[in-house]
């Protein structure tokens, strides 16, 4: 039987129900769960990203999904060999300074994490030096506004963070934030959703 793509299937449609009884019955079957994570869920996630991106999912959808998708990682993780899950990268996400939102940002952060990267997720509200600190050994430092008011706070961090010369790319978004307002303010670049900055993530470090 086709548990890959059974599971693969049970991810995309969010049936976070069915899916830790799937994954016992495809490891009993003999399939392995590096397998299994890599090309069941983590290959599930992928596609939900570009689905995002062109609207045929909605954020309550890939919430699901995204929770399916732990669910399973959660549950094969005891099973897992040192070395079975490579990382493609650290990522440290935050909202700026001033800003309690966080729906959008936790939503990009599980999106990362469940496809592949590390991600440290450090909250709301942070100033930059929280963001130099938890993201010194990071390759990505990801950055959430919700409010123009907290623009400011974003160009600040923003600017701090270059300043110290911190070797992680930066880069920014949030429903006020723009292509254009990230180029202005220095940052590496801007994803406009979960998706979006899937896939960005993955362009930076290639
Ligand atoms: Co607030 N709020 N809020 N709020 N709130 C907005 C943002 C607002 C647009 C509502 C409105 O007036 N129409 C407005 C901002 C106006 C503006 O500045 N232009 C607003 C306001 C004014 C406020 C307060 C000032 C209200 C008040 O107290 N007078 C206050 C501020 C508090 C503060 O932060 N200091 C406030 C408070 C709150 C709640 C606490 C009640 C609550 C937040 C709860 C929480 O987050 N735990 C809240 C909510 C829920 C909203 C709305 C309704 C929904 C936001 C949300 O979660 N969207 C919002 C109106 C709206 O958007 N319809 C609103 C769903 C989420 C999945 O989308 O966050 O856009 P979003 O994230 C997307 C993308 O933007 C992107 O990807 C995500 C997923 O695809 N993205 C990134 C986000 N971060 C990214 C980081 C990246 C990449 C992509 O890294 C690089």
């Known amino acids: 039987e086709n548990y890959i793509g059974k599971i693969r299937e049970l991810v995309l449609e969010g049936e976070d129900e069915e899916i830790v009884e799937m994954i016992d019955e495809a490891v009993e079957a003999g399939v392995s769960p590096k397998e299994i994570v890599s090309d ?19 954020v309550p959808e890939v919430l699901l999904c995204a929770e ?31 800003d309690l939102h966080d729906i959008g940002k936790d939503l990009v ?8 990267f590390e991600v440290v997720n450090i909250g709301i509200d ?3 030096e929280n963001f130099l ?4 050994d990071a390759d990505i430092i990801a950055i959430s506004a919700l409010l123009t ?4 706070a974003m160009r600040e961090t923003v600017k701090m963070l270059k300043e110290s010369k ?14 254009e307002f990230a180029k202005e303010i220095g940052a590496d670049g801007y994803a406009e ?14």
């Open 40 to 58: 069941a869920l983590i290959e599930g996630m992928n596609q939900v990203g570009p689905l995002m991106a062109s609207g045929e999912l909605y």
């Open 133 to 136: 600190e938890a993201g010194k």
């Open 109 to 116: 952060a599980m999106m990362l994490e469940s496809s592949g």
């Open 166 to 179: 911190a070797g992680a790319r930066v880069i920014v978004g949030g429903a006020p934030v723009s292509d």
């Open 149 to 152: 008011t907290t623009m400011p």
């Open 68 to 98: 399916t998708m732990q669910l399973g990682l959660k549950h094969l993780k005891p099973q897992l060999q040192a070395g079975d899950v490579t990382t493609l990268g650290k990522i440290v996400i935050g909202t700026v300074e001033g």
């Open 126 to 128: 942070q100033a930059a």
């Open 193 to 206: 959703d979960a998706g979006a900055a899937v896939v960005f993530c993955k362009e930076l470090l290639s």
